[in-house]
């Protein structure tokens, strides 16, 4: 199980301009996939740009459970693959700490194996919902023992030969349609998911390039259906991975908000599944330079040049929700210092997040003199430009992080730019995805420092 991390509180503090050029460690979610897919196409893989934090050094841990060799050269990471459908059953259990995309697609590449594996993690992990990719695992014949309302640990057992299902995603969840796909890889036969909401496609794409067969038909209105050929071979790829836009988030709106700022922010991943939060802060007003969009090992990458800029409220459409669903709570920052009112429509999956995103993000807020109000579904902002009154003193009441790496550097970014200094109660879970965060931002200026609360 995991160990616990004491907590670390930090407090940041209104910072002088933002000055400099950056570049953000590897996209998480392409990271995960490089090391699952790697860890189990057929020969060598090497990786440049991966991200090394905790969430994907834990899958890199469970692959090598599995059978996958892996090891780090000057700057590259290898892997040798064991073939598909030559997954080893694991020894101990598979521990995956904070990783939700790990945990849900590890159990989708182990689940139509006839062998048994436990899989468990942090309280955070412990308390989220797995039902979304056991159903369609037990549908392929997966066997199931789990906490009470589907919660880790779970112990599952694939079928000795699995059923090819055809799957519906019933949310918009790019983990589960991924959890499905990966199960189909070593059923015999075709599986197929059907996608009424496209989410992030890395998982296709990336399947595509080690040499699945694997087809996506989109109709009209938008609805994808992805059959994957099974038991075929994969084959070792070599990959670059690009800037992750999520970690982005953070020093860019920290560049809108902090006057007299101008960064830049290099090899931004810019998949169009994931740009929704540029799309949305260029809608509010944002001066963001988009230079030299290029392709980069298949992708949309760009370097971006962000200048302070004064932010005014828009209504935030459902539709959009997808392609920045992990962007919500660094958004509610930038609205916080916005004129007028932001409103998030069709966020409840923000419910299922590392934290309750939506209860997570009110509270912070609140505690920090923000005006909003939340609903099951939606969150408003009323926001104050120039942050006068925002923030609270250093020595007062820490925003609650919840073990939610997002929420801790939501929260930084707020200090950045309030009149009074925000504190946060842990930024332990920072390294999960952006260890070089802290470094990085006060390299380019902002103030942040660790707080003895027990002092
Ligand atoms: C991810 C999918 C999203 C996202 C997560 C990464 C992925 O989760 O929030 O950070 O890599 O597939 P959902 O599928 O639950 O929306």
Not at 116 to 121: E, L, V
Not at 167 to 184: F, T
Request: glycine share 12%; with cysteine.
């Amino acid at each position: 199980m995991t160990t616990k991390v004491e907590a670390k509180p930090a407090t940041a503090r209104r910072s002088g301009p933002l000055k400099g050029t950056i570049r953000i460690p590897g996209d998480k979610s392409i990271s995960h996939r490089s090391l699952m897919f790697g860890g189990l196409a057929a020969g060598e893989t090497r990786i440049t740009g991966l991200l090394e934090g905790d969430d994907i050094l834990a899958t890199g841990r469970a692959m090598q459970a599995m059978g996958a060799v892996m090891r780090k050269h000057d700057d590259v990471w290898i892997i040798d693959g064991v073939g598909n459908g030559c997954l080893l059953e694991p020894e101990a259990p598979l521990d995956f700490g904070n990783a939700g995309t790990g945990v849900r697609l590890t159990m989708g590449l182990v689940g139509t194996y006839g062998f048994s594996a436990t899989f468990t993690g942090d309280a955070s992990l412990r308390s989220r919902p797995m039902g979304r990719v056991l159903d369609p695992l037990r549908l392929m014949g997966a066997q199931v023992q789990a906490e009470e309302g589907d919660r880790l640990p779970v112990t599952m057992r694939g079928p000795r030969i699995a059923r090819p299902i055809t799957y519906r995603v019933p949310m918009a969840s790019a983990q589960v349609k991924s959890a499905v796909l990966l199960a189909g890889l070593n059923a015999p036969g075709v599986t197929t998911v059907v996608e009424p909401v496209m989410t992030r496609d890395h998982t296709e794409k990336m399947l595509a390039g080690f040499g699945a067969e694997l087809q996506v038909d989109t109709a009209p209105d938008g609805v994808r259906t992805i059959s994957l050929h099974g038991q075929g071979a994969l084959r070792g790829q070599v990959i670059d991975v690009p800037g992750d836009p999520s970690s982005t988030a953070f020093p860019l709106v920290s560049a809108l908000l902090v006057p007299g700022s101008d960064v830049t922010i290099e090899n931004v991943l810019m998949n169009p599944t994931r740009t929704g939060l540029l799309t949305t802060l260029l809608e509010m007003g944002a001066d963001i330079e988009i230079i030299d969009p290029r392709q980069a090992g298949g992708e949309d990458v760009a370097d971006l040049r962000v200048k302070a800029s004064d932010l005014r409220g828009v209504r935030v459409p459902a539709e959009r929700a997808p392609s920045m669903i992990d962007e919500y709570p660094v958004l509610a920052i930038a609205a916080a210092f916005a004129e007028g009112r932001t409103v998030m429509e069709g966020v409840e999956e923000l419910r299922v997040k590392e934290s309750d995103r939506l209860a997570a993000v009110a509270a912070g807020l609140k505690l920090n003199g923000v005006e909003c109000e939340e609903g099951p579904d939606w969150l408003t902002v009323d926001g104050v430009p120039g942050g006068k009154g925002l923030g609270a003193s250093a020595s007062g009441p820490a925003v609650a992080t919840h073990l939610d790496h997002r929420i801790a550097m939501a929260f930084t970014v707020m200090g950045f730019a309030s009149e009074r200094p925000v504190t946060i109660d842990d930024s332990t879970m920072i390294a999960t995805s952006f260890p070089e965060y802290m470094d990085l931002m006060t390299g380019l200026g902002a103030v942040i420092e660790s707080v003895d609360r027990a002092a």
